[in-house]
């Protein structure tokens, strides 16, 4: 029961503006549960996230209220049950409704727990009786529906992809993540790691082209209470993520700028591939979230790493003697996260087209502002973690346009679900001629 209510505040906490992250963060602070039941609330309340409009159509379907005309409180453990029961099949359906209904009783939804019991029970009966629901008023309310993502994001995945493509990307989109690990060459050796991970039970593999990845294929628990966690072997970087750092091919001794670094991930990844031999400078509008990259700089035990909390649209006009200095930039940039929706179960109702189009304003003055700071013959390495070619390749193509004294060396897409694994992921390189 106790699982439930956890994730039942989670759904709550990201409804008031959370993130999902954080909010799970405090529900297991809040109540006293096993590895097990920790598990199972996050598979419910992220489920019930990623499957928001898929399950807001069923409640449509099923009660006599709409889904966005119900009491917020009763909404979400209608979410919370529908998961349980179009979802997860190992759960005895008897079991979700006898529990949603309790909750529903202790939670000051007494008077309603009948309607509880009514609705789910209804749902139980079409989803054995494999009956889809009617709540579309036309193809891409449907697609959109039946893939739990938002209108605007449905138009724009058929318009890059088409629709069968579309589609497999969206499935991709509802999927558990995947759990990679990046071995800290100066700190350990991969199959060291490996090895000592399995003694714990922690099964992993090696990754294609990711010469330090290790993808976990099954392990449970509080990461940062695994072998080599706490003495800096090893962090949590994504496959994709992964891939971005070696295209700077820096070197050791280099001047290095990471100008969005937060929360660290490539520039410690950096710092590893240049042996932590050279300078290299982390960048980020947040203090709070540097302050994230400093620690886990702290853990890895880099030293070459130095740490300014700036707005690199205008770097310039606070480290004046930085123009023309850096051997290489890494530009990281703020954008929509389309290619990591799987990996932030919430994102995808925070984001917007409006949002999108400020994104790409700010990815364009960034590319910008850093541009003053490259030594002539530098390299710039401009990446994101989505799938929206308007902040990819049309991005580029855009800033290219105006600076004939860059060439683009190579860019590539990376789709969630492609045959690489790993999250959605674009980057380009940027040579300087001059």
């Known amino acids: 029961m106790q699982s439930r209510f956890a994730a039942w505040e989670i759904l709550q906490e990201v409804a008031r503006g959370a993130y999902s992250e954080v909010a799970i963060d405090r529900a297991f602070r809040k109540y006293d549960l096993s590895e097990m039941d920790k598990a199972l609330a996050t598979e419910i309340a992220c489920g019930s996230i990623r499957q928001r409009k898929f399950l807001d159509c069923w409640i449509d379907s099923l009660a006599k209220t709409p889904a966005l005309k119900q009491p917020p409180l009763l909404r979400w453990l209608f979410h919370i049950g529908l998961y349980q029961i179009f979802f997860m099949d190992r759960i005895p359906v008897s079991a979700v409704v006898n529990t949603s209904v309790e909750l529903a009783k202790k939670k000051h939804l007494g008077r309603l727990a009948s309607v509880v019991n009514a609705v789910l029970r209804k749902a139980i009966g079409f989803h054995e009786a494999g009956e889809k629901f009617t709540c579309a008023k036309d193809e891409m309310e449907s697609f959109a529906c039946n893939y739990s993502i938002p209108n605007w994001l449905a138009r724009k995945l058929i318009a890059w992809k088409g629709e069968v493509t579309a589609g497999n990307l969206a499935k991709t989109f509802n999927c558990v993540p995947s759990i990679d690990l990046r071995v ?7 199959e060291n790691v490996q090895k000592r991970l399995s003694n714990v039970g922690i099964k992993s ?7 330090y990845g290790l993808h976990i294929v ?26 971005v750092a070696p295209l700077m091919k820096a070197c050791p001794g280099e001047l290095i ?3 969005c670094a937060a929360p660290g991930g490539k520039a410690t990844h950096l710092a590893e591939l240049m042996t932590d031999i050279g300078e290299i400078w982390a960048v980020d509008y947040s203090s709070t979230r540097l302050q994230r990259t400093k620690s886990n700089s702290s853990r890895l035990g880099l030293k070459s790493l130095n740490f300014l909390q700036a707005d690199s649209t205008a770097l310039l006009e606070k480290m004046p003697h930085w123009k023309g200095c850096f051997d290489r930039i890494l530009l990281d940039a703020p954008c929509s996260g389309l290619g990591t929706l799987a ?12 949002k999108i189009s400020t994104l790409i304003t700010l990815q364009l003055n960034l590319l910008e502002g850093i541009l003053p700071l490259l030594k002539s013959g530098g390299r710039v390495v401009y ?8 902040e990819n390749d049309n991005q580029i193509s855009s800033f290219l346009s105006l600076h004939d004294e860059l060439k683009l060396r190579d860019q590539a897409q990376i789709w969630p679900g492609s045959k690489e694994g790993g999250d959605g992921f674009y980057a380009a390189i940027i040579d300087s001629l001059q």
Request: net charge neutral; charged share 30%; hydrophobic share 25%.
């Open 343 to 354: 990996r932030n179960p919430d994102l995808r109702w925070r984001m917007s087209l409006e």
């Open 218 to 243: 099954s392990g449970s628990g509080d990461l940062r209470k695994w072998p080599g966690y706490e003495q800096g072997e090893w962090s949590v970087q994504d496959r994709s993520a992964q891939w």
């Open 257 to 259: 700028l990471d100008a």
């Open 383 to 390: 990446s994101t973690c989505t799938i929206n070619p308007d």
């Open 184 to 190: 800290n060459r100066q700190r350990a050796d991969l």
């Open 205 to 211: 593999t090696t990754i294609k082209n990711c010469p």
